[in-house]
């Protein structure tokens, strides 16, 4: 391999601002593309040794059809995007990144929990659309502002980002219980899950969307919590039904959601949640993640990984095997 050049495709390079910055004495050449859809996969890899994704499918066929290929990887967390089994079979190498934004994921949650139990949207709101201006008093009371301190957040996934979304919510004085992990005895801090929603002030999702957890919040459970309680959600869009939290926030069953995540990512204009007569309802769109910290790491992490392949392909002709982390 001394003396060749490598390829790397990045198929979703607007997804990450930040950029890859690789080394100059490198013999790499990267093409990035701001976007790659489905039908043009194929194409663009078939000539890459390496590739970079964030949420572009790479199938079975689509890795058949790229035979320099040695290494994937994948700047996210998950690896649902890539068919690993074929990976596996086809000797390609492939990488993830599983904690580049955890701490910033953490804190969206308690910043959209303190914007929730404070009203922040609506109080700002009221400020510049007169309301302050015409109020008989030096303030313009509006809806119930309520303490986070001594609150009981509940926490359904008890991985990297629910621990530290645990961790900040503790040391604003709140109490963190979390749903018992399937498989294994319920701790002393953990509830059932359906036990759990009926007990917390606050419910934040941060578990992996299986068979098992799409929909995991309904219509029933968010019955079940209480009408003072907020729903957090910045796991996968498809664990909440939308119809039915939609619903729930116009009927007043629960005080309000904030939701960085849909199923449907951009979603259509007829989404469900982005009707404009859900006042308690704070969405954002999927950028809990995306701090500048986050994007640093997740950018070096993945120069790093790219650079080790190399290196160790130029001096030794080896190629990587799969790890998928």
Same mark, same amino acid.
């Not at 790229?66 to 967390?77: F, T």
């Given at each position: ?13 607007? #997804? ?36 970079? #994704? ?158 098992? #957890? ?112």
């Amino acid at each position: 391999m001394n003396g060749a050049r490598f390829k790397l495709v990045f198929l979703d390079a607007a #997804t990450l601002p930040q950029g890859l910055r690789f080394g100059a004495a490198l013999p790499i050449d990267v093409e990035a593309h701001a976007a790659t859809s489905d039908d043009r996969v194929a194409q663009r890899i078939a000539d890459a040794d390496v590739i970079v #994704t964030n949420k572009v499918p790479l199938s079975a066929d689509a890795l058949r059809g790229a035979p320099k290929l040695q290494l994937i990887c994948i700047a996210a967390a998950g690896t649902d995007n890539v068919d690993l089994q074929a990976a596996a079979q086809q000797g390609i190498g492939v990488h993830n990144v599983p904690d580049y934004g955890s701490d910033a994921v953490a804190e969206h949650v308690i910043a959209t929990l303190l914007a929730l139990r404070r009203g922040l949207a609506t109080y700002a709101q009221a400020a510049v659309d007169g309301r302050w201006s015409s109020a008989a008093q030096f303030c313009w009371h509006g809806p119930m502002i309520r303490d986070v301190g001594g609150s009981v957040l509940g926490v359904v996934g008890r991985g990297r980002i629910g621990e530290a979304a645990a961790r900040l919510a503790r040391g604003l004085g709140l109490t963190v219980l979390f749903a018992r992990t399937p498989g294994q005895p319920c701790a002393e801090d953990e509830r059932e899950l359906d036990a759990l929603v009926r007990e917390v002030d606050a419910l934040t999702l941060h578990v992996p969307l299986t068979p098992q #957890t799409r929909g995991l919040i309904g219509a029933e459970r968010l019955s079940a919590m209480k009408p003072t309680a907020v729903l957090i959600n910045t796991g996968r869009g498809a664990l909440v039904d939308p119809h039915a939290l939609a619903q729930a926030l116009r009927d007043g069953r629960i005080a309000g959601a904030a939701i960085d995540v849909l199923e449907v990512e951009p979603p259509p204009p007829s989404h469900p949640l982005l009707a404009r007569d859900i006042a308690n309802l704070l969405l954002t769109p999927h950028v809990a993640w995306a701090s500048e910290g986050a994007q640093r790491r997740l950018a070096a992490r993945l120069v790093e990984i790219v650079e080790a392949h190399l290196r160790r392909v130029i001096a030794t002709g080896e190629t990587a095997q799969t790890t998928a982390h």
